[in-house]
């Protein structure tokens, strides 16, 4: 059955495999307590795939899917090197918004986060997207014009963002505290209510369950030694478990995707940071919106268990580490307390940490390299989540049609050569 | 995070300095394709692995120090004082202050770790 454009299709119109989430169903197997059937199928790897794709994140599977759905391109191998969503996928704040400072950018991730509120839909699958209201304070003269900038850049591309003042500021967020005499007063905040919070594992989980459905294998532990090049063009790769022939190649890994990219002769513009981030004990809920500081470098979000999840900004300087620093929380908790001094009493659970591939202007490096056959969706830094589905439908028309589409055309890899960058550091993420 | 043994300052908290990054040799201006600079101005090797670094600590006697580093572990091999070659112990001033750029004469990062830098740009 031949399906719509990115998955979005009619009830009737889908396959028997897999099985239909419902309601219904839940409370059928509840009672006959069956063991559910596995979300997606192993397969033996095979020696030849039309398509490889390395990275078994939200980037790589939502390639996989949209390849399968849009293209009717199904002889696809995702590899992980780990389990799927072990790496960024699952380690992120797993926050969404699309209120960038270029055009190119806004257009792009409001594509993303128009998905994403399709997503659950598409992919049977509930990912829990809350699109709760996103603030980004503003505590000085400087940041409160680049929201302004950004306010209305955000406008004309038809996403909703406003400049908004201290007191609509505190009746979205009662605990914050906008005195005139914090540390770093409150000044005002660029309000978007399109932004909100997933479920980062629910997304990687649906991408693989309806990449499965269609055909794609999903090879986890398996890791990429080396990739066979000849003549200028990918020839296959070399993985932990057996060669693989294959024509295409998608680097969609992050952390090691300077690493990938050298097997295939292919040097980035990229260094890697870890970013650092913790949870607390879980509390009522008394946050509804999703709190940003640029100049805390903080970000703070309550999950629907009722945790707070705090991100910050990139360690400052680059390293392979996934260990988390003292250094890191008690800084964070500063901060955190800076904004909510009620919080003084939450404990945190954990930290951890995940790696951000780095670009020189903040923004991702997506479409095709010198070596024809060789793709790359690196260059993440600390928005790629957020940018996971529209990044996959791209890169699935990259790779059918052979040319980037137009969303994706500016973040092309020889925009290092000529000179053209896209500047995104003012709104990519917290402090760098 | 790490602390960084300065070559003048001794052990000091990471936090003190400023990660300036690779130690890449910068082409002559002179002679240099627009190409080959972008390459230098942007392409990093990037290993997981022993790298050469040059940092700055801002926060104490503001010079700039070479230091090796494994970028896995973040265990750090060597520190010398920015363009000198041989290894200093910690807390004895090593020769003249060189510029801050890195000289002419500074290995680029080991070839087994630096990609190939020529069909990109």
């Known amino acids: 059955v031949r399906v719509g454009t990115n998955g979005h299709r009619q009830r009737s119109a889908r396959s028997s495999y897999p099985a239909k989430y419902s309601a219904a169903g839940l409370f059928r197997r509840g009672l006959a307590s069956q063991p559910w059937p596995p ?149 005002g905040a660029l309000w978007h209510p399109p932004g909100g919070i997933i479920r980062h594992d629910a997304v990687v989980w649906g991408y693989a369950r309806g990449a499965s459905a269609q055909g794609v294998h999903i090879h986890q532990n398996t890791e990429v030694t080396g990739i066979d090049v000849a003549g200028g063009r990918v020839r296959g790769v070399t993985t932990s478990r057996g060669d693989i022939a294959t024509p295409v190649v998608l680097n969609a890994t992050a952390g090691w995707c300077t690493l990938i990219s050298c097997m295939a002769g292919v040097a980035l513009p990229v260094t890697t940071s870890p970013l650092q981030a913790a949870v607390t004990e879980p509390v009522k809920p008394f946050l509804s919106t999703v709190i940003v500081s640029g100049t805390l470098h903080v970000y703070i979000s309550q999950t629907d268990r009722g945790e707070l999840v705090f991100g910050a900004s990139v360690d400052p300087f680059t390293s392979y580490s996934m260990r988390g620093s003292l250094e890191f929380i008690e800084g964070l908790a500063g901060h955190v307390l800076e904004l909510m001094p009620a919080l003084t009493k939450v404990r945190v659970l954990r930290q951890w940490a995940g790696l951000c591939d780095m670009t020189p202007d903040f923004s991702p490096i997506m479409g095709h390299t010198p070596v024809e056959g060789f793709l790359v969706d690196v260059g993440w830094g600390t928005y790629g989540f957020k940018a996971g589905p529209v990044s996959g439908e791209a890169m699935a028309q990259c790779i059918a049609s052979g040319k980037p589409p137009e969303i994706i055309a500016p973040f092309g890899l020889e925009r290092f050569g000529e000179g053209a960058l896209v500047g995104e550091k003012g709104a990519a993420a917290v402090g760098h | 995070m790490i602390l960084l043994p300065c070559a003048w300052c001794g052990p000091r908290d990471a936090t003190e300095f400023a990660h300036i990054g690779e130690v890449s040799a910068r082409p002559g201006p002179d002679e240099v394709t627009p190409g080959r600079w972008r390459g230098y101005l942007y392409l990093r090797a990037n290993p997981c692995g022993w790298t050469r670094e040059t940092w700055y600590h801002r926060m104490g006697c503001r010079r700039f120090i070479t230091v090796e580093r494994h970028t896995l572990t973040n265990e750090i091999r060597s520190v010398s004082a920015a363009g000198a070659m041989t290894p200093q112990a910690p807390g004895r001033p090593g020769a003249e202050d060189p510029p801050p750029a890195v000289p002419p004469g500074a290995p680029p990062a080991r070839p087994s770790e630096a990609p190939a830098r020529g069909p990109v740009i």
């Open chain 1, 39 to 187: 979300a997606w199928q192993p397969q033996p790897m095979k020696d030849s795939y039309d398509v490889v794709i390395v990275g078994g994140g939200v980037h790589g599977l939502a390639a996989a899917y949209y390849l399968a759905v849009n293209h009717g391109i199904t002889d696809v191998a995702v590899l992980d090197q780990g389990y799927l969503g072990s790496g960024g996928s699952g380690r992120n704040t797993a926050i969404l918004r699309s209120n960038y400072l270029t055009p190119e950018g806004v257009r792009f991730y409001d594509r993303s986060v128009k998905l994403y509120q399709r997503l659950a839909t598409d992919l049977d699958y509930n990912v829990m997207f809350s699109q709760r209201g996103h603030l980004t304070l503003a505590h000085s003269d400087a940041s409160l014009r680049t929201m302004r900038w950004r306010a209305e850049v955000n406008k004309v591309e038809g996403v909703d963002s406003e400049v908004i003042g201290p007191a609509e500021i505190k009746r979205l967020a009662p605990f914050l505290d906008i005195s005139p005499a914090a540390r770093f007063p409150i000044l």
